[in-house]
């Protein structure tokens, strides 16, 4: 069996690498697995408004939360900025793609080798795309959509059905089925009203725990839904007001059951922690979405592998507008000097490539990097603020993704035949979760995503997302391949006899912010107390969980932030030259009018 592995560490890269159809609430029985399979009957109508993403990403903008939908900015006018970024991760792109499209001009600066970040994948030796994680695009990703559509990438998505199913172990499917004539918030009560996940019980108080939510005030006034939610992660330094998703929903009337059935597995697949060690917070924020907006719900995926399909395309829009990227240029050291005034500002950046060593001076500098790395950056000194500390307080979580390719159709339960020729492509073609194996959520990406994983010949390329990955990190590929095979099987009896041909694992040390209540007030803004120096990224502030498209949310107010401060960067600028001068020396605090590797 052929394998390839990557290891992560931290970020740095080393290694190898259904209103009820039955119209009866709570009628909910775990369907049978030739039932689930099939398609619904509406499912149709509702997806083809939705094929593409010229509807304008439908409701989803109207009567939203500000903070998730910000408006197109003003046409900037004030003097052209030369940007320096630290990451080429989609919040450093986001930032590149607004700056360029107000004028300015943009440099971006990787240690990798390959650019997307955490939704990043490169090609080995043997021609197969190793990604970094399983990546999908739930509906109200408005950003990040926007972002899609003006590099010209909003047809790389293929739009699944309007379900999301669970697989129980012995290939039992339960369905939290969204499709339905009528939208939100209709659609998402039928869903959990019916949804045949969970027992008549569980439903019930269910249910009442989401009545007694924000979510429901989401839809009158999603502004002030947003700010509750908000409020129920704000108390830092009181642990009482610390509020957990178990907390929130067993204080409502949530079961355990449902937790461990329905929300552990969701919780898993959206921050790679459980909902007892999860934020309230984080999992309300995209309940209220799911509430409120019809298609929040609606999961999409590439398709293909992310290098061709996103990051591609936004590479190619930066470099037409005159943007450059720097790959295997590492950051190393953010150069600054406080003036006789008291000001701090950062005077350039330290950046090497294998043993070259350069510094960087630009007007603004944006720090778009992940949790490990923007603590590995910033100054020791810069700590002594509590802006820069707090980011201290933020930790990343480790996550394993397992590529597993086999040589027949290991989701398709309804004919064994089919799941044994190797012609045509069979099985579940959506995000799957689980509540019964170490991965919390999988896709068989041959179906999902085809252009890059379907290879004729061959069968199902599972991609698996491990989680907690604590336990499967010191593992050796072997051990953590044997088990999530093994896991598999008791999922799909049906795939017994089937062969895995090639494997992959990746290991990620510290991934997203570990979004724990009491976290979010950590979370730092995209201005940052030195006047010139910004930072983007998933973790810091935005309204939305760590995600691509919190992260392009960031990307989108860093760029606000520095069109804002373009005459102060200007005047800053004109006030270190005349340090400089005034101390008579070339110091590093002067910015060359070219942005240049100097
Ligand atoms: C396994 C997995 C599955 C996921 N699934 C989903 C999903 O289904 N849906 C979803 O929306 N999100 C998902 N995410 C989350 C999503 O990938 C991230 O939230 C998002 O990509 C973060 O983007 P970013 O730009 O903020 O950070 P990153 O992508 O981490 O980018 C930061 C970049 O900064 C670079 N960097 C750091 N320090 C330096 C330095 N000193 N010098 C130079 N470069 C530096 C790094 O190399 C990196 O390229 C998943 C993540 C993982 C790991």
Redesign the pocket.
């Known amino acids: 069996m052929a394998a390839s592995s990557i290891l992560f560490p931290a970020?740095s890269?080393t290694g190898t690498r259904s209103w009820g159809k039955s119209g009866f609430l709570f009628s909910g029985r775990r369907r049978s697995v030739a039932q689930a399979v099939r398609k619904a009957p509406g499912s149709v109508s509702v997806r083809s408004a939705l094929d593409s993403l010229e509807a304008n990403v439908s409701d989803m903008s109207v009567n939203a939360p500000k903070g998730l939908f910000p408006p197109e900015p003003e046409h900037y006018r004030g003097p052209k900025l030369k940007v320096a970024i630290?990451?080429?991760?989609?919040?450093?792109m986001s930032t590149a793609v607004e700056l360029l499209d107000q004028g300015h001009e943009v440099d971006i600066?990787?240690?990798?080798s390959f650019i997307?970040?955490?939704?990043?994948s490169f090609v080995d030796r043997k021609g197969n795309h190793i990604e970094?994680?399983?990546?999908?695009?739930f509906g109200c990703y408005n950003n990040l959509f926007r972002l899609m559509k003006k590099v010209g990438a909003d047809k790389n998505l293929l739009v699944k059905d309007h379900t999301h199913t669970f697989v129980n172990k012995g290939g039992e499917l339960g369905e939290l089925d969204f499709r339905f004539p009528v939208g939100a918030p209709l659609h998402g009560i039928n869903a959990f009203l019916t949804t045949n996940q969970l027992k008549t019980y569980d439903k019930a108080r269910n249910a009442v725990a989401l009545a007694l939510s924000p979510v429901v005030r989401a839809l009158v006034d999603p502004d002030g839904a947003m700010r509750d939610i908000r409020n129920l992660d704000s108390h830092s330094d009181l642990p009482s007001l610390q509020i957990s998703f178990s907390d929130w929903f067993i204080s409502k009337g949530g079961t355990r059951t449902s937790i461990q059935r329905m929300w552990d597995p969701v919780a898993y697949a959206l921050g790679f922690i459980d909902c007892d060690n999860m934020s309230a917070r984080c999992m309300l924020t995209i309940f209220s979405l799911f509430a409120t907006k019809t298609e929040a719900s609606l999961l999409r995926m590439l398709k293909g592998s992310p290098d061709i399909f996103l990051s591609g395309p936004i590479r190619k829009y930066i470099e037409d507008r005159g943007g450059r990227f720097h790959l295997r240029?590492?950051?190393r050291q953010v150069l600054y000097e406080t003036s006789p005034d008291g000001e701090t500002y950062v005077t350039g950046l330290a950046v090497s490539r294998a043993t070259n060593k350069e510094t960087i001076k630009a007007d603004a500098y944006v720090a778009?990097?992940?949790v490990p790395?923007i603590k590995?950056?910033l100054p020791k000194e810069w700590r002594e603020s509590k802006f820069f500390d707090n980011i201290y307080e933020l930790v990343g979580v480790p996550?394993v993704?397992v590529q597993l390719r086999y040589n027949g159709w290991v989701t398709e339960l309804q004919d064994l035949e089919r799941s044994r020729q190797l012609r045509r492509a069979a099985g579940l073609d959506n995000l799957l979760y689980t509540p019964d194996a170490d991965f919390s959520c999988f896709a068989d990406l041959a179906l999902t995503s085809p252009e890059d994983y379907y290879i004729e010949g061959q069968g199902s390329l599972l991609q698996c997302?491990l989680t907690p990955g604590d336990p499967y990190m010191p593992l050796t590929n072997d051990k953590i391949i044997e088990r999530v095979k093994k896991q598999v099987l008791s999922l799909f009896p049906s795939s017994q006899g089937l062969e895995v041909t090639w494997s992959s694992v990746v290991k990620?040390g510290q991934?997203?912010y570990r979004e724990g209540p009491g976290k979010d007030p950590f979370r730092p803004d995209q201005k940052t107390p030195v006047k010139n120096f910004f930072l983007?990224?998933?973790?810091t502030k935005q309204d939305y969980i760590?995600?691509?498209?919190?992260?392009t949310l960031?990307g989108r107010q860093a760029s606000a932030f520095i069109c804002q401060a373009g005459e102060e960067l200007v005047a800053l600028k004109k006030k270190i030259a005349a340090i400089d001068e005034s101390q008579g020396s070339s110091n590093s605090a002067s910015v060359p009018d070219e942005l240049s590797l100097v």
């Open positions: 970020n890269v630290i990451g080429a991760g989609l919040a450093g600066y990787d240690s990798r997307g970040g955490k939704v990043g970094m994680g399983l990546h999908v695009f240029w590492g950051c778009a990097c992940d790395g590995k950056l996550v993704t997302v990620i991934s997203l983007a990224g998933s973790y760590d995600s691509m498209e919190g992260a960031s």
